[in-house]
């Protein structure tokens, strides 16, 4: 740590990390603008270290959002790079679930 650095501690609050997993989904599902056939998660491997058996929750949680018709698939990371908000710029993230929606209609 470099002399007058400064640290961030964090502190997980695990219904605001699948309620996040849950809007990330609702956003890009909203995004694509008709149903979803495909959705892609991508899910650092951290989230899953701090919600343990929880994880299954963030899951379920997209499934609601992009309906019983979509696949879903995924993987774990070590980062994620995407856009903070539609149309933003891509940047690296951690301990985020990335969530893309694909359509072939």
Request: net charge neutral; charged share 25%; aromatic share 6%.
């Amino acid at each position: 740590m470099p002399v007058r650095g400064y640290v961030r501690l964090m502190k997980a609050n695990f219904d605001r990390l699948i309620d996040g997993a849950v809007g990330a989904g609702r956003i890009s599902a909203e995004a694509l603008g008709t149903p979803v056939d495909l959705a892609l998660l991508i899910s650092c491997v951290g989230r899953r270290m701090v919600l343990q058996q929880r994880v299954e929750e963030e899951v379920e949680g997209v499934r609601e959002i992009v309906g019983p018709g979509a696949a879903i698939a995924g993987f774990y990371s070590y980062g994620e790079i995407s856009p903070f908000t539609p149309r933003a710029r891509c940047e690296l993230h951690n301990q985020t679930m990335t969530v893309t929606t694909f359509s072939e209609r």
